[in-house]
């Protein structure tokens, strides 16, 4: 096994994009196995690779991890962007549900049949801006630091900034409200690591299209 992590998913964001942005995040270089056919997810099904039978599965530290959340909180343990005691790791967590919720949101968009997407974009506008950006809105407000949890860079930033990025790419002026947010934005966008993951060529994927749509429909043999 290399030195590097190894993810396991198909060329696309799904729920290994966070993953990616987290180790990027962390300074971490990392390897892609894409699944490019249902023979090869098969393949690591046999091989005893998938616990639970469905991927991103990771390769790391001699091991095999499966599902996100978890491999989201090892990476933050290993390289300290976790809480430092147990009532900021359960504030970290607790902000990091929230995203995940609207982002499960917005993952479903590219499976919803075209006359329902025009109704669910809106109901995802009025979550983003009347729920979800507020609250975060008044989390900085309230400390007046510059990262969510401890005043340092943790886990929970970095999936917060990836939240935001999908948001403007629905509507960029949902963010106009909110300028603690276009502050943090703006902030973690510039730190080294970050940078260089949203530059041109990085292993950021972009938005799903119809091609990879189809494609990982075939691998995972969804209707």
Request: proline share 5%.
């Amino acid at each position: 096994m290399s030195g590097k992590p190894v993810l396991h998913h198909f060329n696309g964001r799904g729920r290994v994009e966070c993953i990616r942005w987290l180790l990027a995040a962390a300074g971490v270089e990392f390897e892609e196995k894409f699944i490019e056919c249902p023979e090869d997810l098969e393949k690591l099904r046999k091989d005893g690779k998938l616990m639970f039978e469905q991927v991103p599965m990771v390769e790391i530290d001699g091991m095999t991890l499966v599902q996100t959340r978890a491999i989201l909180n090892y990476i933050a343990t290993k390289y300290d962007l976790d809480g430092k005691d147990v009532k900021e790791r359960a504030l970290i967590d607790m902000y990091a549900e929230g995203i995940a919720d609207l982002s499960e949101m917005m993952g479903q968009l590219v499976v919803t049949p075209p006359d329902q997407k025009e109704a669910k974009i809106a109901l995802i506008k009025d979550r983003t801006k009347n729920r979800y950006l507020p609250a975060f809105e008044k989390v900085l407000k309230s400390h007046g630091q510059d990262y969510l949890v401890g005043n340092r860079l943790t886990r929970v930033d970095i999936h917060l900034l990836e939240l935001l990025l999908y948001v403007e790419e629905i509507d960029s002026s949902l963010l106009a409200p909110f300028p603690l947010l276009k502050a943090l934005k703006s902030r973690l966008s510039n730190l080294p690591n970050v940078k260089k993951f949203l530059q041109p060529g990085s292993q950021r994927k972009p938005p799903i299209d119809e091609k990879v749509l189809e494609k990982a429909k075939k691998i995972f043999k969804l209707s």
